[in-house]
């Protein structure tokens, strides 16, 4: 089957803060669906957080505005009917499925059953660039960028992404939707649970540690030591020698030394 007879939905969450693990919630969700190169259907929806706004200074959400919104146990059944049977497609999809699991899992529900392709890492394994955000390549390929950092706009994008993309990968019309899974794949997922590892037993020890943190701009690497903390799932906070001053870290950025 060629990828562009699949049903693509990108999907995009705006959110109270950046960790589904440490209390933050959804506060706005879009899907926009539809085959690659088609005219998609759109939807979205605020959502009520249950929970202090705390990133309004993002996506210009407050907490007015979600004042009588739908809780996500609400809006989980249309979601779920917005992404049956569609490849599901979001830019930097740990971010949000990261939150769709968290929001399922509250409510005790399995997440939807979807095939997931993301393109942030799509793009950093196909486009010589060296800035991947979802900003910079709507500058790059004239995507529309009237509406940044809301769910409908960078879901939009996204799926607009998706189909410049996918040609990339597949200029023939032979790649798989295994394949193209297989383009996405991030750092060995055993190498992201030693790195954790490593930093929560420094944490539990006091000690500095010395890492390699990898620039998400430019993919440069500069040599840093930090003192660990706190450790979620995604994020590491420290104290960072270099600047002096408490520091937020992706895991997946980070190289441990030695």
Known sequence: MDLRDYDYAALDFETTGLDPDEGDRVVEVAVVRGKLGGA??????????????DATKVHGITASMVTGAPGFAEVLPELRRRLEGAVLVCHNAEFDVGFLDMECARL?????????????????????????????LRER?????????????????????????????????????????????PRDRGELDR??????????????????????????ATRRTITVLKVSRYRVVAHCHLREASRTFRIDRLRVVG
Do not use: K
């Open 40 to 53: 998609p259907a759109t939807w979205t929806t605020l959502v009520d957080p249950e929970r202090a706004m």
């Open 108 to 136: 005790g529900e399995p997440r939807p059953d979807v095939t997931i392709v993301d393109t942030l890492l799509l793009a950093r394994r196909l486009l010589a660039v060296g800035d991947h955000r979802l900003s910079s």
């Open 141 to 185: 390929f004239g995507l529309p960028t009237e509406v940044q950092h809301r769910a409908l706009g960078d879901a939009h994008a996204t799926f607009l992404l998706a189909r410049i993309l996918v040609d990339a990968a597949d200029p023939a019309g032979d790649l798989s939707l295994e394949g193209l899974v297989g383009l996405c794949q």
């Open 195 to 220: 790195t954790r590892e490593l930093l929560a037993a420094a944490a539990a020890r006091g000690e500095p540690l010395v890492v390699d943190y990898v620039s998400g701009d430019n993919g440069s």
